[in-house]
């Protein structure tokens, strides 16, 4: 499908830097996550923990690009389940992040719990921006924010998230703590390959396999491995580094809990990747988590595998891999370039030719076609499906250029966007992966108008 992205246009962008947003409940954080996302993405209300939904957006500031998180609450020392599963976030979103907004509330103010909080921050040695919400009059309320001073973990810069005041500046004090040489260091040459999924469906055994030694952690709890790790495997004399995902402590059954892990987690690898393995259990079948995490990679345009893991375990005949196939297509529809192989990540099925995909995709993610050759396909598109017209309109097609790879992006030059209907640009990239192939990769596409000479 037709992958629409906020970003701006270019070669291939460097890895975004990653914002958390951590606080006890009730501060704000969702508000304030709202306010910079520019739409009511999380759920806002008075109940501690009720942030659900969307909980990563792409911020543009000033042409300055990073990824927001926000987390759930946080509750030091806290009994109750979802509390302390929050804390859990926390930590996670602090692992993940390059910058962490530590969000307290003015009216409270100062309390016992937000002190443990910087603490807790303190060992983190990541950057963290001390943000006093709800000062609704900055002169009657500045005395209050100078209290926050004895958390001592730097100035308080104080926002009211409700009204959109102080944002700006809050802003500024984010980004200037942005490292883009640490962000750019991963871009070594070596490609980066990000295994992502559920909890236990064996990304750590196939990193294990690939490397022939138990590197990494394995055991049948679920996410024995608490940080993203990365490890160098050499195929050939070639060296591929592997992001492994697993990270996840299932402390308890609250499923959409653990899908907050596995989001925060899977947003954070996949932004430092250039092909993602989307690793799909085969006794399981494909389920709506993988369909979220599997859509993270599709929305950030990366070259996307999915492997169908623990295939030796299924009882087949001569239709099962066809049936297999239709129904994982079906649920992941959105993304019907994804290359796909079925593995063995225990008994090492297929797990070489993952090599072979691996390489196929990044070639196709970092395809360049020229300008004359791409107007050929499509006005010979253009020829055999007439464009849409409205009012007696008709859509014209000037031509069309590739701006970007990883992925490939193209500009349409037309007479009227409006015009453009999304069935029809799908018609376009269709012929256009007709032409060129581009399997495993999302394209993006751009419309622009043109006057008429």
């Known amino acids: 499908m037709v992958n629409f992205n906020r970003d701006r246009e270019g070669d291939k962008e460097m890895s975004k830097p990653i914002v958390a947003i951590v606080g006890r409940p009730n501060v704000g954080k969702s508000t304030l996550f709202n306010a910079l996302a520019g739409e009511k993405i999380s759920i806002v209300k008075d109940t501690p923990g009720v942030t659900r939904d969307r909980i990563y957006t792409d911020i543009n500031w000033l042409n300055i690009n990073f990824t927001l998180i926000d987390t759930g609450g946080i509750e030091p020392e806290s009994d109750d389940i979802i509390l302390s599963q929050m804390r859990e976030q926390a930590l996670i979103a602090m692992d993940t992040s390059d910058v962490i907004i530590f969000l307290v509330d003015v009216r409270q103010g100062l309390v016992d719990a937000d ?116 490890t160098e495997v050499i195929h050939q004399g070639k060296p591929y580094v592997f992001i492994d995902t697993a990270g996840l402590r299932r402390k308890s059954k609250i499923k959409e809990e653990l899908e907050r892990y596995s989001i925060i987690r899977t947003v954070s690898a996949v932004e430092r990747s250039d092909v993602v393995i989307v690793m799909i259990d085969a006794e399981e079948g494909v389920t709506e988590q993988d369909a979220k995490i599997a859509g993270i990679a599709h929305e950030r345009g990366k070259g996307i595998i999915i492997a169908v893991n623990k295939w030796d375990t299924i009882e087949k005949d001569n239709k099962t891999i066809y049936e297999y196939t239709d129904k994982i297509r079906n649920t992941l529809s959105f993304m019907p370039y994804a290359e796909m192989i079925f593995i063995s990540a225990e008994t090492g099925q297929r797990v070489n030719k993952l090599f072979e995909v691996i390489e196929a995709v990044i070639e196709n993610h970092a395809l360049r076609i020229a300008t004359g050759v791409l107007n050929e396909i499509v006005s010979e598109a253009v020829a055999m499906h007439q464009p849409p017209s409205d009012k007696g309109k008709r859509l014209k097609l000037y031509y069309v250029t590739q701006v970007a790879v990883k992925p490939p992006t193209f500009v349409i030059f037309v007479n009227d966007k409006k015009l453009m209907h999304f069935s029809y640009l799908r018609y376009l990239e269709n012929r256009i992966r007709d032409a060129f192939g581009f399997k495993g990769t999302s394209l993006k596409f751009f419309v622009r108008e043109r006057k008429e000479s």
Do not use: W
Not at 120 to 132: E, H, Y
Not at 155 to 184: C, N
Not at 219 to 225: L, R
């Open 115 to 230: 002190s443990k909080v910087a603490d807790l921050l303190r060992r983190s040695k990541k950057p963290v921006v001390l943000v006093v919400n709800k000062v609704d009059d900055f002169e009657k309320m500045m005395p209050d924010v100078y209290e926050f001073y004895n958390l001592g973990i730097g100035e308080p810069v104080p926002i009211s998230a409700g009204q959109k005041l102080g944002i700006g500046d809050m802003l500024e004090t984010v980004t200037a703590h942005f490292d883009y040489t640490s962000l750019d260091e991963d871009d070594d040459g070596r490609p980066r390959i990000a295994v992502v999924g559920k909890p236990n469906v064996g990304k750590s055994s196939l990193i294990n396999k690939l490397l022939g030694e138990n590197r990494v952690i394995v055991s049948d709890v679920a996410g024995t491995t608490r940080d993203a790790i990365d």
